[in-house]
């Protein structure tokens, strides 16, 4: 019987749903469009759901071991001059599920799940960049840029923001820009912040926002958000020393209090993007191709969930799989469906509030900012709708046993 499945794209959802995949008996081959695997980004939240998800594989606790466990949350306000918030909600959603809020090098997670994935013999090609996709019956055929193409029983589009998997099922609908770009970088952790201690720091002021996390127990990784209405390239191209050099000192924040001067000036390294949007798609599928990821619910970083999401999406796909097997059109369609209702709904939530968050976040005009700091404060620093749906979502993708 096959159960041959093209998985297009390499990043994060890509491996870790064909480990997935193949760890219940399912063929599944990953091309990425990257001729290899790029430092890209800066440093990722990774929420208990996910750690319920690679735990299935045995490799929770291994990437545990490369990151920064968070205990507390801190906010202050540039403009009151003070500290507004602090709770340790990090280290109460440990105890209370079992698994951490990790912060890990975006760079270094990629790297543990490619070399994961071929320790457990998923095959892997890069230089492969999808032009194009055909059903034909009941196979799928993936062409791509050299020539090459590849043929399944399925495919799934886990190819990111701008996914051709998507134009070819949809149309083309090119993401569109925010208004916004964040600069980051990752560097030593300065002596303000000593005695260490792993928290997310925080801080507002007017018209930019500034967040940090350690990311191991050297180093820490920050990222200014400012509005700016020329266009910036979402390509997380790392910049050279002069670069970085020269950007640090336009930083907003480069000479903001409570330690955030101290931080952007030691980054060794600094990288600038532009923040797109694209609408959640309302139909992930058709026929034997379906969407995960960014793919089909592409959000904004500001509630930090895009990746954890992802893996949510990877492991109700392969649910749904396992039931629709042996594959048949009517099988897949019934699967496709029950993967896109339970999924939907939550990415709705999730999407809406994290463009919310940052909308929030870069709010111009000292009156306004003023008035924001002073209701965090009341509210303990955090935003409780934040909070909440935080909450609610890291509960995810199951409770109690694995159904897979």
């Not at 992802?310 to 492991?315: T, V």
Request: proline share 5%; aromatic share 8%.
């Amino acid at each position: 019987m096959s159960k041959s499945i093209i998985i297009i794209g390499a990043g994060i959802a890509g491996p870790v749903l064909a480990m997935l995949l193949k760890h219940k008996g399912f063929d599944a081959v990953v091309y990425e469009r990257q001729p290899e695997l790029r430092q890209a980004g800066i440093a990722l939240n990774v929420s208990p759901q996910t750690f319920k998800v690679l735990n299935i594989l045995g490799l929770a606790e291994k990437l545990i071991a490369l990151g920064s466990q968070l205990e507390e949350g801190l906010t202050y306000s540039q403009l009151l001059g003070e500290i507004i918030g602090r709770n340790e909600g990090p280290a109460r959603l440990r105890e209370s599920l079992g698994w951490p809020l990790l912060v890990v090098s975006r760079s270094k997670y990629c790297e543990f799940l490619h070399s994961s994935a071929r320790e457990r013999g998923v095959e892997m090609h890069f230089s492969k960049r999808c032009v194009d996709v055909k059903q034909e019956g009941e196979r799928v055929k993936a062409t791509f840029e050299d020539g090459s193409e590849a043929e399944g029983d399925l495919l799934v589009g886990a190819d990111g923001l701008h996914s051709t998997v998507r134009n070819v099922l949809f149309g083309k609908e090119p993401a569109t820009y925010m208004g916004l770009v964040q600069v980051g970088g990752i560097g030593p952790i300065p002596e303000f912040f000593q005695p260490w201690k792993p928290t997310l720091y925080q801080s507002f002021g007017d018209g930019a926002h500034w967040l940090s996390t350690p990311i191991n127990n050297t180093e820490m990784a920050w990222t200014a958000t400012m509005p700016q209405p020329a266009e910036e390239r979402e390509d997380w191209r790392r910049m050279s020393i002069e670069e970085t050099k020269a950007m640090v000192k336009a930083v907003p924040v480069a000479d903001w209090d409570y330690g955030v001067k101290d931080a952007v000036a030691s980054a060794t390294f600094v990288t600038k993007f532009g923040l797109y949007e694209r609408p959640i798609a309302d139909v992930w599928h058709k026929g034997r191709v379906v969407l995960a990821g960014d793919a089909a619910h592409p959000t904004s970083p500001h509630l930090g969930q895009g990746a954890n999401q992802a893996m949510e999406d990877c492991y109700h796909l392969v649910r749904v799989l396992l039931k629709a097997t042996p594959f048949t059109d009517a099988s897949l369609e019934a699967a496709f469906t029950e993967y896109e209702s339970i999924r939907h709904p939550v990415v709705i939530k999730s999407v809406g509030t994290a463009k919310k968050q940052g909308e929030a976040r870069v709010l111009i005009g000292k009156e306004v900012c003023e008035k924001r700091d002073k209701a965090m404060k009341e509210a303990g620093g955090f935003d409780p709708e934040r909070i909440k749906l935080q909450l609610e979502l890291v509960q995810g993708p199951f409770q109690g046993t694995s159904e897979i």
